[in-house]
């Protein structure tokens, strides 16, 4: 009997018919509590309106759940709880043909560029259900389509099913004539952690690589160590314990500092250009921060971007703090400057 086994069928079992019902009463008292306090004791950070404090309480509801109820029953709730893809004003195409399933995220304007996305998550959950928004956002300021792609999820498919999935669709990519050129690997949270985790293994097998990497509150290491997952543990909605459960789902038994499942100790010579941005009060900001000197350390061509008052993906808030707008259009301008349609400017509205 695999040594696995036995924890997973315990702490992720089936949801029990109370799961949902309960979640949905715990989004509305913690709702309640966050305008309660906010009255009563004003904004937990100056910066923050109202909206975005309360959205960012409450997203702090679905980090607990995890660490509550392991990643099964946390997928199976929160997939139900979003019935449908927000295409963020693209048009959603479902697609089967690049390694595993996905979506197309197609803008009326499209330059002939890609955008290879991957979802956060923790590698145990997310789709187009929970990211579609951001990525139909991003795809419409960079008039380029996007394929969100539903890599394998852990405990049923732990490491390196993710990247395996990855590297395939890009090459897939590549094979029906779109230059490498063309093509920026972009990714949120676990997914940001996932593109470096890819670009290395394109890298080591002799592909050419895309043309550039965004890496949103890249998790880039999975043992979870930083002193900043104690600093702004009063802000960010990430919790360590979530963070950990996540990561004893993908590794199944690796060490995590293994350098393909934690990119922060990978060799990280020879990349495409890398984006990356992280949130100031966010528990992953010290990782990021490590990850960023070590890949400009490498010789690599890297831009880090820190929102002093933001936390985890904070883009996921658009249309509640400008922030979210305005680091849309930031990585918008970024992907069409590195696949050489910088003339076309990015600093267009949103549609939210």
């Not at 992280?278 to 890949?295: P, Y």
Request: glycine share 10%; proline share 6%.
């Amino acid at each position: 009997m695999n040594t696995h086994e036995a924890p997973i069928s315990n702490a992720f079992g089936k949801p029990s018919s109370w799961d949902i019902p309960g979640v949905i009463l715990d989004f509305l008292g913690r709702a309640f509590s966050a305008v309660f306090r906010r009255l009563f004791r004003g904004p937990m950070r100056e910066s923050w309106n109202w909206k975005y404090e309360v959205l960012v309480r409450l997203t702090r509801v679905s980090y607990d759940v995890l660490a509550k109820k392991g990643p099964n029953r946390y997928n199976r709730v929160f997939e139900k709880l979003q019935p449908k893809i927000d295409g963020g004003g693209a048009t959603i195409q479902v697609s089967e043909t690049f390694g595993a399933p996905g979506h197309w995220f197609i803008p009326e304007n499209n330059n002939g560029s890609v955008i290879l996305y991957l979802h956060g998550g923790g590698y145990v959950y997310g789709s187009a259900k929970t990211h579609g928004k951001l990525i139909g956002q991003i795809a419409c300021a960079a008039s380029s389509k996007a394929l969100a792609l539903d890599y394998r999820l852990a405990p049923e498919h732990p490491q390196p099913a993710a990247i395996e999935d990855v590297c395939a669709a890009f090459r897939n990519l590549v094979r029906t004539g779109i230059s490498p050129r063309q093509i920026v690997v972009a990714g949120d949270s676990a997914g940001g952690g996932l593109v470096v985790s890819a670009l290395v293994a394109l890298r080591d097998a002799g592909d050419r690589p895309p043309a550039a990497g965004v890496c949103i509150s890249p998790w880039v290491d999975l043992a979870c160590s930083d002193e900043s997952f104690a600093s702004n543990s009063q802000y960010d909605p990430v919790t360590r314990e979530a963070c950990l459960v996540a990561a004893s789902a993908y590794l199944n038994g690796s060490n995590p500092r293994t350098p393909e499942v934690s990119p922060l100790f990978a060799d990280l010579k020879g990349l495409p250009p890398l984006l990356i941005h992280a949130g100031g009060l966010e528990v992953l900001r010290d990782q990021i921060s490590q990850f960023a000197k070590r890949a400009k350390s490498a010789g690599n061509e890297v831009e880090i971007h820190v929102y002093e008052d933001m936390v985890h993906v904070w883009h996921l808030y658009s249309g509640f703090t400008p922030e979210a707008d305005k680091a849309i259009v930031e990585i918008a301008d970024f992907i069409k400057s590195k696949t050489g349609h910088a003339e076309e400017t990015g600093k267009q509205l949103l549609k939210v």
